[in-house]
């Protein structure tokens, strides 16, 4: 085995930044733990931002999503029990975002990436990352047999999610770990339902937080803020509708129920790791940062860090010029950030804090001053519908 860039993780950010690479001459190899089925099996996001779909349609991994994805040119936000449209396509000057779920992108980016011969190592679990100052770096793996290999290659692409193993290899005298955890979580459920709206809602309630997104014309996604400590066998089929039915109350339609067949619960975390480069180890995605899904920024993120990375490599591998991977981590950092100040603010602005740590009555009355200034000042709806389809990318 050999090559220039070994990828840890066949998530988006791996298997999108292998592709990049692959168009750009550079070749690479991907190791992923998991299996290709249980990859393309697990539900997270669902919102795209233009930028992202794109970049996706730009490199030849765009057609299924235009086919079976849904535009959204706006959203709701539903408070004080009534809803107001975003208009992201009129107020971003044509920016819309599109609901595809991120299994669906995976599967795509894997066709993808096999149909041009890529080496894709499933069921292969990275244990450690060594010499990354020197210019052989080293991976040491082992295969589904369990037995240990090594591989050193010029680069190594830490794209393992936030439970991995790249980000612990910088030194702690180096790393810096921002970290902020919510007191609460939010449940998802999916549902076979017929949508209860041609686009999202957002909706703050005096019971809490809920989404209403959706996956296809006979799927639902749903959401509800709840206790991270909760158990999904608490709460049965009528308990979770009456729930989010009362939180978005004042909808012209109840939302329109049916069988629910997933269920789960994830916790809210706020997470960023300086620098996000040490030596010849890079950091992109998960593995560098996470947000509260509120924003729906995770995955878009992810493209947006390899999309810098990958011209980075290239750059090098061109000229032998590093000033852009030199300057990688500033650059992906300054929109990391960015996106972690809109999902905070898109979290505090949703969720209940009265009854968790720190939460006063008078938080939910400065919420919904928040929300009627968002959507009755022009120049405070422009900045959410700006950040929410996204920034350009680079
Ligand atoms: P991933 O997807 O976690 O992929 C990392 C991969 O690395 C593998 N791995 C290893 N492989 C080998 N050796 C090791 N030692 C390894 N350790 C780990 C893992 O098996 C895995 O396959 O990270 P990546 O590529 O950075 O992608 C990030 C996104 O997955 C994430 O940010 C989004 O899902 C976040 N997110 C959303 N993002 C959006 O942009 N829009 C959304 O609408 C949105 N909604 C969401 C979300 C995340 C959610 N959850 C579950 C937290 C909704 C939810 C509920
Ligand atoms: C989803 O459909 O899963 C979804 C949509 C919007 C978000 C988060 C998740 O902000």
């Given at each position: 085995?050999?090559?220039?860039?070994?990828?840890?993780?066949?998530?988006?950010?791996?298997?999108?930044?292998?592709?990049?690479?692959?168009?750009?001459?550079?070749?690479?190899?991907?190791?992923?733990?998991?299996?290709?089925?249980?990859?393309?099996?697990?539900i997270?996001?669902?919102?795209?931002?233009?930028?992202?779909?794109?970049?996706?349609?730009?490199?030849?991994?765009?057609?299924?999503?235009?086919?079976?994805?849904?535009?959204?040119?706006?959203?709701?936000?539903?408070?004080?029990?009534?809803?107001?449209?975003?208009?992201?396509?009129?107020?971003?000057?044509?920016?819309?975002?599109?609901?595809?779920?991120?299994?669906?992108?995976?599967?795509?980016?894997?066709?993808?990436?096999?149909?041009?011969?890529?080496?894709?190592?499933?069921?292969?679990?990275?244990?450690?990352?060594?010499?990354?100052?020197?210019?052989?770096?080293?991976?040491?793996?082992?295969?589904?047999?369990?037995?240990?290999?090594?591989?050193?290659?010029?680069?190594?692409?830490?794209?393992?999610?936030?439970?991995?193993?790249?980000?612990?290899?910088?030194?702690?005298?180096?790393?810096?770990?921002?970290?902020?955890?919510?007191?609460f979580g939010w449940f998802g459920i999916l549902a076979?339902?017929?949508?209860?709206?041609?686009?999202?809602?957002?909706?703050?309630?005096?019971?809490?937080?809920a989404?209403?997104?959706?996956?296809?014309?006979?799927?639902?996604r749903m959401y509800f803020q709840c206790d991270p400590k909760d158990s999904v066998d608490n709460w049965d089929e009528a308990r979770i509708w009456a729930e989010l039915?009362?939180?978005?109350?004042?909808?012209?339609?109840?939302?329109?129920?049916?069988p629910i067949f997933q269920k789960n619960i994830v916790p809210?975390?706020?997470?960023?790791?300086?620098?996000?480069?040490?030596?010849?180890?890079?950091?992109?995605?998960?593995?560098?940062?996470?947000?509260?899904?509120?924003?729906?920024?995770?995955?878009?993120?992810?493209?947006?860090?390899?999309?810098?990375?990958?011209?980075?490599?290239?750059?090098?591998?061109?000229?032998?010029?590093?000033?852009?991977?030199?300057?990688?981590?500033?650059?992906?950092?300054?929109?990391?950030?960015?996106?972690?100040?809109?999902?905070?603010?898109?979290?505090?602005?949703?969720?209940?804090?009265?009854?968790?740590?720190?939460?006063?009555?008078?938080?939910?009355?400065?919420?919904?001053?928040?929300?009627?200034?968002?959507?009755?000042?022009?120049?405070?709806?422009?900045?959410?519908?700006?950040?929410?389809?996204?920034?350009?990318?680079?």
């Amino acid at each position: 085995m050999k090559t220039d860039v070994t990828i840890i993780g066949a998530g988006p950010a791996g298997l999108l930044l292998s592709h990049l690479l692959h168009l750009e001459g550079i070749s690479s190899v991907i190791l992923e733990s998991r299996s290709r089925e249980a990859i393309e099996a697990t539900i997270r996001a669902g919102v795209l931002e233009q930028s992202t779909t794109d970049l996706l349609t730009e490199i030849g991994a765009g057609a299924r999503m235009k086919k079976e994805g849904f535009v959204h040119a706006g959203f709701d936000l539903h408070f004080g029990g009534r809803s107001h449209r975003i208009d992201l396509e009129e107020l971003t000057g044509g920016r819309v975002i599109t609901v595809y779920p991120q299994h669906e992108v995976l599967k795509d980016l894997i066709a993808l990436r096999l149909s041009t011969g890529a080496d894709i190592r499933f069921g292969h679990r990275v244990t450690a990352v060594e010499d990354l100052t020197g210019d052989a770096p080293v991976v040491r793996f082992t295969d589904p047999e369990g037995v240990e290999h090594t591989l050193a290659s010029k680069f190594i692409a830490g794209c393992d999610g936030g439970y991995g193993v790249s980000k612990q290899a910088i030194p702690t005298d180096v790393r810096t770990d921002y970290f902020r955890d919510y007191a609460f979580g939010w449940f998802g459920i999916l549902a076979n339902a017929p949508p209860s709206s041609d686009e999202l809602i957002y909706a703050n309630s005096p019971r809490g937080f809920a989404l209403i997104s959706t996956r296809s014309p006979d799927v639902q996604r749903m959401y509800f803020q709840c206790d991270p400590k909760d158990s999904v066998d608490n709460w049965d089929e009528a308990r979770i509708w009456a729930e989010l039915q009362a939180r978005v109350e004042g909808r012209p339609e109840p939302l329109k129920e049916g069988p629910i067949f997933q269920k789960n619960i994830v916790p809210l975390r706020s997470l960023v790791t300086e620098p996000m480069q040490y030596g010849r180890l890079f950091l992109a995605g998960d593995a560098a940062h996470s947000v509260p899904p509120t924003g729906a920024k995770g995955l878009n993120l992810a493209a947006s860090d390899v999309f810098l990375l990958a011209r980075g490599l290239a750059s090098f591998f061109a000229t032998g010029a590093d000033e852009q991977l030199q300057t990688y981590s500033t650059r992906a950092l300054r929109r990391v950030w960015r996106a972690q100040h809109f999902s905070w603010w898109m979290t505090s602005m949703l969720h209940r804090f009265e009854g968790s740590a720190g939460g006063v009555p008078f938080d939910g009355k400065r919420q919904l001053a928040e929300l009627d200034a968002v959507t009755s000042s022009p120049a405070a709806s422009k900045f959410l519908a700006e950040m929410y389809a996204g920034l350009p990318f680079g």
